[in-house]
T-cell receptor, first 114, second 111 residues
Framework: NAGVTQTPKFRILKIGQSMTLQCTQD?????MYWYRQDPGMGLKLIYY???????DKGEVPNGYNVSRSTTEDFPLRLELAAPSQTSVYFC?????????????FGPGTRLTVL | GQQLNQSPQSMFIQEGEDVSMNCTSS?????WLWYKQDPGEGPVLLIA?????ELTSNGRLTAQFGITRKDSFLNISASIPSDVGIYFC???????????FGKGTKLTVNP
């Protein structure tokens, strides 16, 4: 298993541009999550999904959108990039049975908005 | 929102020493998790605790779920250079799909 994979690894955007951060997991996990991590801080939840077709907001959803058309994929969309969205973005997933609390993370996407 | 207070913020130790860090909250959690993050990587799950009072080991790592359900600690015995990284605690309330993370403890091990 590759686990949780994220692309791209790095990206620089100009203010107002849009982009999609990709996340894929091959572990057949029901739950998937998007977090952002700012320097010296813990992770903050942006959006999460409990299964295909179901998404919900986390703590900091403004400026982002998600979709979950398949179990494997959970892309995060930035429509109008702003400097405040400069951060490292992590996708995570949770297996069924162990519960949503036990989350496994991808390697992250480092985004800079100039 | 809910917050976890993780301490210490950073630690500088000599190889071979034992390390202890903890996490406290004003809220009750049903799950405590400990993660390690290496530079440029995502957090990796070290230990998951599901029951108040539970003491769980993973090699040189030992973590406990506080009896009040408002705290947890992580011990690392006989530290080695590859223990360097940032350690995060996270609390979950079971079924809420949302974890609350501490701000991390940055560990430096001098050989």
């Amino acid at each position: 298993n590759a686990g949780v994979t994220q692309t791209p690894k790095f990206r620089i955007l100009k203010i107002g541009q849009s982009m999609t951060l990709q996340c894929t997991q091959d572990m057949n996990h029901n739950y998937m999550y998007w977090y952002r991590q700012d320097p010296g801080m813990g992770l903050k939840l942006i959006y999460y999904s409990v299964g295909a077709g179901i998404t919900d907001k986390g703590e900091v959803p403004n400026g982002y959108n998600v979709s979950r058309s398949t179990t494997e994929d959970f892309p995060l969309r930035l429509e109008l990039a702003a400097p405040s969205q400069t951060s490292v973005y992590f996708c995570a997933s949770s297996p069924p049975g162990l519960g949503p609390d036990t989350q496994y993370f991808g390697p992250g996407t480092r985004l800079t908005v100039l | 929102g809910q917050q976890l207070n993780q301490s210490p913020q950073s630690m500088f130790i000599q190889e071979g020493e034992d390390v202890s860090m903890n996490c406290t909250s004003s809220s009750i959690f049903n799950t405590w998790l400990w993660y390690k993050q290496d530079p440029g990587e995502g957090p990796v799950l070290l230990i998951a605790l599901y029951k108040a009072g539970e003491l769980t080991s993973n090699g040189r790592l030992t973590a406990q779920f506080g009896i009040t359900r408002k705290d947890s600690f992580l011990n690392i015995s006989a530290s080695i250079p590859s223990d360097v990284g940032i350690y995060f605690c996270a609390g979950g309330q079971g079924g809420s799909e949302k974890l609350v993370f501490g701000k991390g403890t940055k560990l430096t091990v001098n050989p």
